[in-house]
């Protein structure tokens, strides 16, 4: 597509906290590009996770807009936004969120299984992605019988399997060792080129960030 792939303008999310507001930005913009990996550091509470929320519809914005792919997310009705979010957006977390009573290729193909795929078939693209990430020797284990870096693989087929154009991470290594991190960070990126994804990184580590094509620093309520 022509253009940025997201569009953030005008982004303003403020909480009530007892008698007074908490502004957690005021009016942020930001674009992202087709195929681009952008970074976005900063200090811990300075809005990294809230933002990436906004961006998912996981949270709605107190005021401003975000087109993904032309669609302003924020006009969607929960149920909409939930299908888009489904489709378009992927999300990876620090914690890989993974339901322990099921094994990882269960974990991997949950998305399409939302969506009202047959099991069969969605299983079978799962397993495609956890051969991708190279847990398929894994895909029968329950996710209790993991490894975090294994798990944190599985999260990573998971938010791949429904074919979405927008990668979101959220510190992704960061409940993980050095090493593990940066196989971890490295798949992303080896998957980002393969697939043609979009990628928006909260992190803390410098030196991911510093392999991304854009950083942005968030910082009293700005992104520059």
């Known amino acids: 597509m ?3 792939l997201v569009r953030v303008e005008n982004l303003t999310r403020v909480y ?8 957690i930005f005021r009016e942020l ?3 992202v ?5 952008i970074a976005i550091v900063g200090a811990s509470g300075a809005g990294k996770s809230t933002l990436l929320h906004l961006i998912s519809g996981l ?3 107190t005021a401003g807009s975000i087109f993904i792919g032309g669609q302003d997310i924020t006009k969607l009705p929960e149920p909409r936004r939930a299908r888009f979010r489904n489709r378009e957006i992927g999300y990876v977390w620090q914690q890989h969120h993974l339901l322990p009573e099921f094994t990882a290729l269960e974990n991997a193909a949950m998305p399409l299984l939302i ?9 079978q693209h799962a397993l495609k992605y956890l051969e991708a990430t190279g847990l398929a020797a894994r895909s029968h284990h329950r996710a209790g019988e993991l490894s975090g870096g294994e798990q944190q693989r599985v999260a990573i087929a998971r938010a791949l399997v429904a074919g979405p154009s927008l990668l979101l991470a959220d510190e992704p290594s960061g409940n ?3 090493a593990t991190g940066a196989s971890i960070f490295g798949l992303l990126q080896q998957i980002r080129h393969s697939l043609g994804l979009t990628v928006i990184l909260v992190t803390h580590n410098a030196a991911f960030a510093s392999q991304s094509d854009r950083t942005l620093t968030l910082e009293s309520g700005i992104l520059r």
């Open 16 to 23: 009530r906290s007892g008698a007074s507001d908490l502004v």
């Open 115 to 123: 969506r009202g795929m047959g099991q069969r078939e969605a299983r």
């Open 29 to 31: 913009c930001l674009e």
């Open 176 to 178: 993980l060792d050095e």
């Open 2 to 4: 022509e253009g940025p």
């Open 33 to 37: 590009f087709p195929g681009e990996l």
């Open 59 to 61: 949270d709605q914005p």
